[in-house]
C-alpha cells in the first residue's frame, strides 16, 4: 500500500504500470483518476488546492487501510496532489488490486467516496475575471458515504 | 495549544496558526471563547454547521474534551479527491 501527498506532478500510465506489475497475483486491477475541469461556463485559470499536512498522510492511510482489509486487496495506491494546478491536470488517483474485479471496483469507488469527504483537501477555483471562490461540500458526496 | 486554521476559516481569521491558551474543556467551550475575542472570530464561527474540527489531526466533534490535546483545527468540510 502507497499512499502519496505531493505537489508535483505524477505519471498516471507509469504509476498505473508499475502497480499492475507489481500485483502479479491479483486478478482485477482498477485506476481512476480525478482531472482538473473546466469550469460550466468556462473562464477556470487554476485549481487551489490547500491541505492540512499534519493531518492528510495519516488520513489517507487510514482510508487505504481500511479499503484493504474490507475487500482483501493485494494492494492500494492513493497519490494526491495540492498546490495550484490548471485545467487538464490530474489532481488525484487511486489503484486497488484485488482476487476479482468486484473487490477491485468496489475499493476504488469506496476510496473515491471518502477521499471526497474525509481527507483533508479544500479546493479554490480561480476565474479569468480575478475572482476566486472555495469549491463547496456536496450534501451528496457526505451521502454516498452511508452506502459503505 | 495550537490552533489551525484552514480554507475560508483560515481567511476570514487572517491567520493559519497561533497559540491560544484557553481554560475550556470542551471545543464548544474554546470556540465560545474565541468568538468573544474580535469580529473576525465571531464571523467564522458564525455558523458550526459549516465548519469541522480535528483535535490532534483526528476528526472530532464539538462536544469533544480538550483534555490532553496539543492541537485544534477548525475548516469547512472538506473537498478532496
Known amino acids: ?148 | 495549544m495550537d490552533i489551525l486554521y484552514f480554507a475560508w476559516v483560515r481567511e476570514r481569521i487572517g491567520l493559519p496558526h497561533e497559540r491560544f491558551e484557553t481554560r475550556a474543556t470542551t471545543v464548544s467551550g474554546l470556540i465560545d471563547e474565541l468568538r468573544t475575542r474580535e469580529e473576525r472570530y465571531a464571523a467564522a464561527f458564525a455558523d458550526l454547521s459549516a465548519l469541522r474540527v480535528a483535535l490532534d489531526q483526528e476528526l472530532s466533534d464539538f462536544d469533544a474534551s480538550l483534555t490532553g490535546v496539543r492541537e485544534v483545527a477548525f475548516f469547512p468540510p472538506m473537498t478532496g479527491g
Open chain 1, 1 to 148: 500500500m502507497r499512499v502519496s501527498v505531493q505537489d508535483e506532478v505524477f505519471d498516471f500510465g507509469k504509476e498505473a504500470e508499475a502497480f499492475t506489475q507489481g500485483n502479479k497475483n491479483m486478478g482485477a486491477i482498477v485506476t481512476f483518476t480525478g482531472v482538473v475541469r473546466d469550469a460550466d461556463q468556462g473562464g477556470l485559470v487554476a485549481m487551489e488546492i490547500e491541505h492540512y499536512p499534519g493531518m492528510t498522510h495519516k488520513a489517507l492511510s487510514e482510508i487505504a487501510q481500511t479499503a484493504v482489509d474490507r475487500w482483501s486487496l493485494g494492494d492500494a495506491l492513493v497519490i494526491h496532489r495540492y498546490g495550484r494546478l490548471v485545467p487538464g491536470e490530474q489532481i488525484m488517483m487511486v489503484a486497488t488490486a484485488a482476487r476479482h474485479r468486484m473487490q477491485a471496483f468496489e475499493a476504488a469507488e469506496f476510496l473515491m467516496d471518502y477521499l471526497k469527504s474525509r481527507a483533508p483537501f479544500w479546493k479554490k477555483e480561480v476565474l479569468e475575471d480575478g475572482s476566486a471562490d472555495w469549491v463547496a461540500a456536496r450534501d451528496e458526496d457526505e451521502n454516498a458515504l452511508t452506502r459503505w
